[in-house]
């Protein structure tokens, strides 16, 4: 049976920078299926519109790295890395209005020269999915892997953001969220799908990478969070779970994006803030540590998130204690549940007394939620 033709925008990336974070966002994984899977027969990816000046600078400092990935480019497999002039992403909506409408022109000039007629096209650009006309695409999905009006760091463009996503619900656009929440707060009026994150098998089959030199010296029980360090994790709870805990140690892994919200943190002695890891590093830490930590302040974007922390906690064996929020509930019976702001060292006890998951419950979580299997939903939908 033959394959769609199939057109594929990052949101707010590269193909380049997806590999160097490890393939493990959401898009990331979406972009890496698309060039092998037998579903598609033309493929076009597209990094996010650079401006020409910042472009040449970055190409020229990845020219002189060693560890580039490039892009497998055939007759049939294709990426567009394309350029504008201005330097900043305009904010006013006729600015990205004008910018959609570039983008949207370059993407079809491409299309056309690969002999593409009304090919499938997924966006994972919150501005692109309302904003750009398509008309030359059979078919429009949005892939909203990120809840993009609850970024504070975005907040210049919540207008333009809320505006996109009216004309989704206008032009009857479908949609596939990580979450509920998500989906909830575009509200298509088109088709849609909840695609929560999945994992990658070969990350977490067979013998566990060794975990970074600073592990095997910390003290135990080890309790673990992986992920950015800013605003979405409940410092008072944590605190809290420091001073009655006195013996284990809180491991905090991830870039450190908001260091002033994390400061009444410094003084706990038992509480160690690591910088993000490599993701065979990762997967050794967690397969070596004792409790997965998820305490979440409740929030816009931690309702509407799908945190993949959650999973490869699961992934790798560990109990997990989570604040008790929409996208922790019903994913595995391994999850202790605690009300925001809550008696978190309880939890932590909880799940210290359950233990790890045995292998054979650990091989059959990552089976059931692997990324294979959430791409075909995400498929059927925009395929349709």
Same mark, same amino acid.
Request: with cysteine.
């Given at each position: 049976?033959? #394959?769609?033709? @199939?057109?594929?925008?990052?949101?707010?990336?590269?193909?380049?920078?997806?590999?160097?974070? #490890?393939?493990?966002?959401?898009?990331?994984?979406?972009?890496?299926?698309?060039?092998?899977?037998?579903? @598609?027969?033309?493929? !076009?990816?597209?990094?996010?519109?650079?401006? &020409?000046? *910042?472009?040449? $600078?970055?190409?020229?400092?990845?020219?002189?790295?060693?560890?580039?990935?490039?892009?497998?480019?055939?007759?049939?497999?294709?990426?567009?890395?394309?350029?504008?002039?201005?330097?900043?992403?305009?904010?006013?909506?006729?600015?990205?209005?004008?910018?959609c409408a570039a983008y949207d022109r370059v993407l079809e000039r491409r299309a056309?020269?690969?002999?593409?007629?009304?090919? *499938?096209?997924?966006?994972?650009?919150? &501005?692109?999915?309302?904003?750009?006309?398509?008309?030359?695409?059979?078919? *429009?999905?949005?892939?909203?892997?990120?809840?993009? !009006?609850?970024?504070?760091?975005?907040?210049?463009?919540?207008?333009?953001?809320?505006?996109?996503?009216?004309? *989704?619900? =206008?032009? %009857?656009?479908?949609?596939?969220?990580?979450?509920? /929440?998500?989906?909830?707060?575009?509200?298509?009026?088109?088709?849609?799908?909840? @695609?929560?994150?999945? $994992?990658?098998?070969?990350?977490w089959e067979g013998p566990a990478p060794p975990p970074p030199s600073w592990a095997?010296? +910390?003290?135990?029980?080890? &309790?673990?969070?992986?992920?950015?360090?800013?605003?979405?994790?409940?410092?008072?709870?944590?605190?809290?779970?420091?001073?009655?805990?006195?013996?284990?140690?809180?491991?905090?892994? %991830?870039?450190?994006?908001?260091?002033?919200?994390?400061?009444?943190?410094?003084?706990?002695?038992?509480?160690?803030?690591?910088?993000?890891?490599?993701?065979?590093?990762?997967? %050794?830490?967690?397969?070596?540590?004792?409790?997965?930590?998820?305490?979440?302040?409740?929030? /816009?974007?931690?309702? +509407?998130?799908?945190?993949?922390?959650?999973?490869?906690?699961?992934?790798?064996? $560990?109990?997990?204690?989570?604040?008790? &929020?929409?996208?922790?509930?019903?994913?595995?019976?391994?999850?202790?549940?605690?009300?925001?702001?809550?008696?978190? =060292?309880?939890?932590?006890?909880?799940?210290?007394?359950?233990?790890?998951?045995?292998?054979? =419950?650990?091989?059959?979580?990552?089976?059931?939620?692997?990324?294979?299997?959430?791409?075909?939903?995400?498929?059927?939908?925009?395929? =349709?």
């Open positions: 049976m033959k #394959g769609a033709d @199939v057109v594929f925008t990052y949101s707010y990336v590269s193909w380049q920078a997806a590999a160097e974070r #490890g393939w493990f966002m959401p898009e990331d994984r979406l972009a890496k299926a698309l060039v092998s899977h037998e579903r @598609v027969e033309r493929l !076009l990816i597209s990094d996010l519109m650079r401006s &020409l000046p *910042v472009k040449l $600078l970055r190409d020229g400092v990845s020219a002189l790295r060693s560890d580039r990935y490039p892009f497998p480019t055939s007759t049939s497999r294709q990426l567009l890395r394309p350029v504008r002039l201005r330097r900043e992403y305009p904010t006013s909506i006729a600015g990205v209005r004008r910018a056309r020269r690969m002999g593409m007629r009304e090919p *499938v096209l997924i966006t994972a650009n919150p &501005l692109m999915a309302g904003f750009a006309e398509f008309a030359w695409a059979g078919s *429009v999905t949005y892939f909203a892997h990120d809840d993009w !009006l609850a970024y504070p760091l975005h907040e210049r463009w919540w207008p333009a953001y809320e505006a996109s996503f009216a004309q *989704v619900r =206008a032009r %009857g656009r479908r949609v596939c969220a990580v979450s509920q /929440a998500a989906l909830e707060r575009i509200a298509p009026s088109g088709s849609s799908a909840v @695609v929560p994150n999945g $994992l990658d098998p070969t990350e095997p010296r +910390a003290r135990r029980p080890l &309790l673990l969070y992986v992920g950015s360090l800013d605003s979405r994790l409940d410092v008072p709870a944590l605190a809290r779970l420091a001073r009655e805990l006195p013996e284990s140690e809180i491991a905090l892994v %991830g870039p450190l994006l908001d260091d002033p919200h994390l400061a009444p943190l410094r003084g706990q002695a038992n509480v160690k803030i690591h910088p993000a890891l490599a993701r065979e590093q990762v997967a %050794g830490l967690i397969r070596s540590a004792d409790v997965g930590l998820v305490p979440h302040v409740d929030s /816009a974007l931690t309702r +509407a998130m799908s945190p993949l922390k959650l999973y490869e906690y699961l992934a790798g064996g $560990l109990p997990v204690v989570a604040g008790d &929020l929409q996208p922790m509930r019903g994913v595995d019976p391994g999850v202790v549940l605690v009300e925001p702001g809550g008696d978190f =060292a309880g939890g932590v006890r909880q799940a210290l007394a359950r233990g790890r998951a045995s292998e054979d =419950a650990r091989r059959a979580f990552i089976a059931e939620h692997s990324w294979a299997s959430r791409q075909e939903t995400l498929l059927d939908l925009a395929l =349709a």
